[in-house]
């Protein structure tokens, strides 16, 4: 039975390939990316340089695909910010008790409030775009991702049962399959564009700048000259990184840094709070910033130095 999956498998992942979106195997069965987690990242073979995401090994490369998923019956999962993607995620209520909160009573699940979105917003539920059921019965509405913006992930800010999975984030793609329940293609389409509306309500404010490099000096009492201009240098490759750079660009910089927090020439505190500002005034979210900058240190010794 194993081996018959593999097939159909492998045809779904090349499938979301072709439409120019990069895949990642997902456990057999499972929701959950395969291979190990950042917590328990040995630090060797793709992760040398620092532990990879999902997102930043999902491929395009059909013969990487092919190897892939000819090895195990993996599900598909889609890395929605590479592939261009905003997928609007519309659930259900996991049991009897779980009910709409005040501001959405009446709602029966994630699809009634889009609707409702969608009619505040003064505009048609916008159903002419790529969609799957999934496995529980909700649906995934596929959009391109607008020009010029990078929108990340949500989980419920928009309403009750309404997700979003865009940069940061990712889906398990059509054909995968859990228990009895699959994914399933209900609307054969190409991604309609993100509505503007839409993207106006899932776009953030822009994360504050950090401290001017000048006044590290004046902040940092206990700091080293020597120290002071480390620090300036890695905020500064941080602050100048390119998109698809940047989260390596802190793991990086924590690193570097590691050593002089082992060395009492800066604090964990002091470093992490900087990196925390230059990570997301480049565009990184504050999750990110924080599990690059937490493998930085660890890798670097800093924490185990900070602990002991």
């Not at 389409?189 to 953030?204: E, V």
């Amino acid at each position: 039975m194993t081996h018959d999956r593999k097939a159909p498998l492998l045809s779904a992942a090349l499938a979301a390939a072709e439409r120019g979106w990069p895949v990642f195997p997902i456990r057999p069965g499972d929701k959950r990316p395969a291979g190990h987690p950042e917590r328990t990242c040995p630090g060797t073979g793709r992760c040398t340089d620092g532990h990879r995401t999902p997102e930043q090994r999902a491929t395009l490369e059909a013969d990487s695909i092919r190897v892939c998923w000819g090895s195990a019956p993996y599900n598909v999962g889609i890395a929605t910010g590479p592939a261009g993607l905003v997928v609007v995620d519309l659930d259900l209520p996991k049991d009897a008790d779980d009910t709409a909160p005040s501001q959405w009573a009446g709602m029966a699940d994630g699809l009634d409030v889009f609707a409702a979105l969608c009619e505040r917003a003064g505009v048609r539920l916008p159903t002419e775009t790529y969609t799957v059921r999934t496995r529980r019965g909700g649906q995934h509405l596929y959009f391109t991702a607008p020009e010029g913006k990078t929108l990340r992930s949500t989980g419920g800010s928009l309403g009750w049962k309404v997700d979003t999975r865009a940069w940061g984030g990712y889906v398990v793609g059509a054909g995968s399959l859990i228990g009895t329940g699959g994914y399933e293609v209900i609307h054969e389409a190409p991604a309609a564009p993100l509505p503007a509306w839409l993207s106006d309500l899932l776009a953030t404010p822009p994360a504050p700048a950090p401290m001017p490099l000048s006044e590290l000096s004046a902040r940092m009492r206990n700091a080293t000259a020597y120290s002071t201009t480390a620090l300036r240098g890695e905020l500064e490759k941080v602050l100048s990184a390119r998109e698809g750079g940047r989260n390596r660009s802190v793991y990086f910089a924590a690193y570097a840094l590691a050593r002089l927090i082992r060395t009492e020439d800066l604090t964990e505190a002091t470093v992490t709070s900087e990196l925390m500002s230059a990570g997301q005034s480049a565009g990184l979210s504050a999750s990110e910033c924080r599990t690059a900058i937490r493998s930085g240190l660890v890798r670097g010794g800093a924490r185990e130095a900070s602990a002991a």
